[in-house]
């Protein structure tokens, strides 16, 4: 695809990804809040290391359709990240 659609792409990919996980994942954790709790912490860490893995391997790429790509992975960290810290705040962002 062209560098203008695989901007489009990562964008809608980004908003069904974080509508999946708001409907579907956010559901299915356990009622157990020590259960639920080891869950919540395990998916913010991976959050955590997608960010960052997608920030590092995104500054060293010089072709613009990685460099979107790599850029997307990270934003999608962020949002995982406002899903799972389970507040209004982190919710609405």
Known sequence: APTA????????????????FLRFSLPLLPANPAMRGKIVNILIALS??????????????KDMKRLI???????LGFCTLGIFALTPHGLSG
């Not at 955590?48 to 060293?60: D, F, H, T």
Request: proline share 0%.
């Open 48 to 61: 955590l290391i997608g960010i960052v893995y997608g920030a590092v391997v995104c500054l060293m790429q």
């Open 5 to 20: 659609g695989s901007v489009i792409l990562a964008g809608v990919l980004l908003k069904m990804g974080t509508y999946g």
């Open 69 to 75: 790509a790599y850029s997307s992975v990270s934003h």
